[in-house]
């Protein structure tokens, strides 16, 4: 019998690491959750309470769990948090894998890491915001270590994740305003950027069986994009949450500019043999039943 791989995932109690850390408990691995602070994950998981900014404690938690494979989530994610926090992003972002990636150097080489980046990166260190030139930087270490030490590093480049329970992004953020609407049982009125912004968008359990997949058949040093590959419009995904809102909703615009941003190439990814199985359709509906539902069980609760 083959004893289940430990497997360390960093972020676990995030948006992604929570759907991760319910997915590879269910495929049988031994899995640990790197958090900044105790709280609860979710079932089968053993949490480790570690900050990944702390090079110290990144190293002890290595050397602890001596992991099998590493999924490095952890990070500040937000684009309009870094313009107020530069220095935390790039901390966060960028130095935190410096240290993961040292303490797998020197205590476990043989550690298959997956670093998630990100489709919203600065290409070329050509500034955007401060998150998109920190996870440039990020990936930059993650290659260079790969190909400097000889470490199995492996990149997945998402785009916009979407999903139930998420609080942030877009989508997050609609979902939640809808949702304390229809508790409230009023109109909601919400204002975006743009009707022509157009954006990427995957399901978060796509992702994560994607991030699986990777850690199965990705090559050592290979870089991989995560997403549909197709473009979705704000119109289009604001048209969706009216479709389905069981309360007056209306959305005005800051303005019409086109804005095309993060559309992912899932080529390489698709011949490993990974299929997308939601569109944003079925991912807005999801998103919105599970407040519904949460909302349901506090009333009665």
Known sequence: MVLPRKLLITGASGFTGRHACSLFCQKGYEVYGMIRRDEKLPEGVQPVVCDVTNAEEVEQVIEAIVPDLLLHLAGQNDVKQSWQQPFRTFQSNSVSTLYLLEAVRNINPACKTLIVGSMLDAKSLVPNHPYGVSKHVQVEIARAYGQMFHLPIIIAKPSNLVGPNQRKGVCGWIANELSQAESDKREVHLTLSSPLANRDFIDVRDAVNAY???????????????????????????????????????????SEVVDVQGIADPTALKQLGWIPTRTIATSIEEMVEALRGKRGASSHG
């Open 212 to 254: 699986a997949m990777l850690f199965q058949k990705g090559l050592p040093n290979g870089t991989y994009e995560v997403g549909s590959g197709k473009e979705t419009s704000l119109q289009q995904v604001a048209e969706e949450f009216k479709r389905i809102s069981h309360v007056p909703m209306t959305f005005t615009w800051e």
